[in-house]
T-cell receptor
Framework: KQEVTQIPAALSVPEGENLVLNCSFT??????LQWFRQDPGKGLTSLLL?????REQTSGRLNASLDKSSGRSTLYIAASQPGDSATYLC??????????????FGQGTILTVHP | DAGITQSPRHKVTETGTPVTLRCHQT?????MYWYRQDPGHGLRLIHY???????DKGEVSDGYSVSRSKTEDFLLTLESATSSQTSVYFC???????????FGPGTRLLVL
């Protein structure tokens, strides 16, 4: 059974800092890995998706890396802003033709960026 | 905006009462999912659908059933609600040509 762990559970940083969120998974047979953002009381918004054959993806100030063999991914946020405050969730999709895109989520990292 | 709505958005019910949550999409995407989100557990998959009348169980399906009689609607039913089913329920859709899932706004369910 796939298990996804995110460290740290919570992180508080001053505005302007660069930061790294970590995600690990137990079964390296994944199809892709996704990072989501969730604002309080809202649904999830997809930030980045990395296919299993890729090593990293970038979108603006966000960069996500994937090391499938070691079962790890990191989300790097550059020059953090108060508007980045949210919960960040990592999720993996299993390999195989019958996975149908099913996702296994980590518990999330609650990020607070203070002015 | 992936055109996903969930109804109701909030519901309070009593133990033993049947409850149905609705997920509606406007884009006719093939794949739909129901997740629940609880503190300390992240999101967990309840059931999913890969087409009309094609559904299957997820990680935490006990006590839940689903139906999909039309492409645009995916219903989640709690046959006899229990306090352990108090949670926030999210619906998601996935276009057949993409891997990204798009989530609805969620339904907060409280079972007393």
């Amino acid at each position: 059974k796939q298990e996804v762990t995110q460290i740290p559970a919570a992180l508080s940083v001053p505005e302007g800092e660069n930061l790294v969120l970590n995600c690990s998974f137990t079964d390296s047979a994944i199809y892709n890995l996704q990072w989501f953002r969730q604002d309080p009381g809202k649904g999830l918004t997809s930030l980045l998706l990395i296919q299993s054959s890729q090593r990293e993806q970038t979108s603006g100030r966000l960069n996500a890396s994937l090391d499938k063999s070691s079962g790890r991914s990191t989300l790097y946020i550059a020059a953090s802003q108060p508007g980045d405050s949210a919960t960040y969730l990592c999720a993996v999709s299993g390999a195989g033709g019958t996975s149908y895109g099913k996702l296994t989520f980590g518990q999330g990292t609650i990020l607070t960026v203070h002015p | 905006d992936a055109g996903i709505t969930q109804s109701p958005r909030h519901k309070v019910t009593e133990t033993g009462t049947p409850v149905t949550l609705r997920c509606h999409q406007t884009e006719n995407h093939r794949y739909m999912y129901w997740y629940r989100q609880d503190p300390g557990h992240g999101l967990r998959l309840i059931h999913y659908s890969y087409g009309v009348k094609d559904t299957d169980k997820g990680e935490v399906s006990d006590g839940y059933s689903v139906s999909r009689s039309k492409t645009e609607d995916f219903l989640l039913t709690l046959e006899s609600a229990t306090s352990s089913q108090t949670s926030v329920y999210f619906c998601a859709i996935k276009p057949a040509t993409q891997e990204t899932q798009y989530f609805g706004p969620g339904t907060r369910l409280l079972v007393l």
